[in-house]
């Protein structure tokens, strides 16, 4: 069984920068894609970026274009976030995930292991 752990959430003035974490244990980590995902209070949950595992090939949503960089650490079986530029709006809980179903990226569904998620505020 996969399990996925993230850190480095936290409270961030707007502007300022924060790196998230996924570390996974369990299943070999190669063997799917990884994203990240965010939820806001009240809205639905989002997708921010995802990697394929294989070459590193990264896709991001429009809103964190030029913001955000998705990269992973094979050796550690780690996935980060970087998050630079942030805004009040980027405020969420963010969630790593393991795309365990063939499909686009960007949707929700594909992805059959999550993590517990980490808080990120930023202040405006």
């Known amino acids: 069984q996969v399990q996925l752990v993230e850190s480095g959430g936290g409270l961030v003035q707007a502007g300022g920068s924060l790196r998230l974490s996924c570390a996974a244990s369990?299943?070999?980590?190669?063997?799917?894609?990884m994203g990240w995902f965010r939820q806001a209070p009240g809205k639905e949950r989002e997708f921010v970026a995802a990697i394929r595992w294989s070459d590193g090939n990264p896709y991001y949503a429009d809103s964190v274009k030029g913001r955000f960089t998705i990269s992973r650490e094979k050796s550690k079986n780690t996935v980060y976030l970087q998050m630079n530029s942030l805004k009040p709006e980027d405020t969420a809980d963010y969630y790593c995930?393991?795309?365990?179903?063939?499909?686009?990226?960007?949707?929700?569904?594909?992805?059959?292991?999550w993590g517990q998620g980490t808080q990120v505020t930023v202040s405006s």
């Open positions: 995930a393991g795309k365990t179903f063939e499909g686009q990226f960007w949707l929700r569904t594909m992805y059959g292991n």
């Open positions: 369990g299943r070999i980590f190669g063997t799917y894609d």
